[in-house]
């Protein structure tokens, strides 16, 4: 193996028809901004895939979860429960609309919100939950819409990592009222910056196409339902370019190829490294049974915060990139302006001081893998 060869921890990749069918966006549908051709058969395989009833391509997830609490209602002083061990996105859209994120503690096992700690963190100020779905790996949706249904809430699924995983049976980003997903370089399937908002909920759907048009009817004038459009709401520019979507649309159509390859890498990681787990020498992924990840990323947790500095500082000197993930949102700085927390956030606290990522992207090879785990038992020994 190429010892002096930096193994990245990611790499965006062109899998198929990318560069042709954004020649066609340009060349032939004369259309290269928003809700074009190629978008439409974006969100036609995305309501395909997931089951919902309306999907709207982004030009981010964050753009998307900014639609969600629109679609919410968020008004200022709402709550929104949610976990701190996230990305930054997963607050802010509710924050720009006056609301309060509410963070509670995450699982130890999934690493996902803890769905018995929600009920505890709800006021009479509470008016939606977002469980993100981390890694790819499932939530405990049928809990979590168990209370949102008892106390009258919406819930929207921050899917952005988990495209084509599932809970159930069901594909995750379909089961609460809303779903966001992200098609971020770093994602599975990806068109540099992209995302999409999943509707579930027909009471939604009007007003989600409103919100996506800058406020306006212009789908149903293009439709011909109408035979003018004006402003008829509060929105702004969410779509992406056509020539994003054509890009998008080849990753789409390669999607199963695109998980299964990643999937492989994930279970490669997991059966070189449980050794190491069976001697608790570090901690793996767990994925709950009955569900199904997409082999999103893959992560150990170190059994401290010492060993995990120097088993990040030893990757580093094998010229392998491997990362940490989230700063706890509630210890930030915008954190401790705009949100409380609810209960003890001991495990996000501990889990976010050890947790590292390690290369896992479409096209990394067996032999690199091997590296990757060779150099964490070199590591231990």
């Known amino acids: 193996m190429e010892k002096n060869k930096r193994i990245h921890f990611n790499k965006p990749y062109i899998i198929g028809n990318e560069l042709e069918y954004i020649a066609q966006a340009v060349n032939n549908n004369n259309h290269i901004s928003g809700s074009g051709p190629f978008t439409e058969r974006c969100q036609d395989i995305l309501e395909e895939s997931i089951g919902c009833i309306h999907a709207l391509l982004t030009h981010s997830c964050t753009a998307a979860l900014e639609m969600a609490a ?11 429960i949610m976990p701190s061990f996230t990305f930054v996105s997963t607050a802010n859209a509710f924050v720009l609309r006056g609301g309060v994120p509410v963070f509670v503690d995450i699982r130890p096992d999934t690493l996902n919100l803890d769905e018995k700690l929600i009920a505890p963190a709800l006021t009479d100020k509470t008016k939606a939950i977002v469980p993100v779905h981390y890694g790819g790996m499932p939530c405990a949706m049928d809990e979590i819409m168990d209370v949102a249904q008892k106390n009258n809430l919406l819930v929207v699924e921050d899917a952005a990592q988990a495209y084509l995983s599932r809970y159930k049976d069901r594909p995750l980003g379909s089961i609460g009222h809303m779903g966001c997903l992200s098609f971020h370089e770093t994602k599975n399937i990806i068109s540099g910056e992209g995302g999409a908002l999943l509707v579930n909920d027909e009471r939604f759907k009007d007003r989600a196409e409103i919100i996506w048009e800058k406020g306006t009817d212009r789908s149903q004038f293009l439709r011909g339902d109408v035979d003018k459009y004006s402003w ?5 520019s969410y779509m992406p370019s056509d020539m994003i979507a054509a890009f998008l649309l080849a990753q789409l159509e390669q999607a199963e190829k695109i998980i299964a390859s990643r999937s492989r890498i994930f279970h490669q990681y997991y059966e070189e490294l449980k050794s190491l787990e069976a001697k608790e020498l570090l901690r793996l992924p767990h994925l709950e049974d ?5 082999g999103h990323l893959f992560f150990i947790i170190a059994r401290n915060a010492e060993e995990y500095r120097g088993l990040v500082k030893h990757l580093a000197s094998e010229n392998i990139q491997a990362i940490p993930h989230y700063v706890a949102l509630h210890s930030s700085k915008a954190g401790l ?14 889990i976010s001081q050890r947790l590292i990522r390690l290369p896992l992207y479409y096209g990394l090879k067996e032999n690199e893998v091997t590296r990757v785990t060779q150099a964490i038992r070199d590591f231990f020994r």
């Open 70 to 80: 629109i679609l919410c209602d968020i008004q200022p002083g709402d709550e929104v």
């Open 232 to 236: 008829q709401d509060i929105g702004s």
């Open 290 to 294: 009955g569900s199904t990840g997409n």
């Open 337 to 350: 302006k705009f949100s409380r927390v609810a209960g003890s956030m001991k495990v996000t606290e501990d």
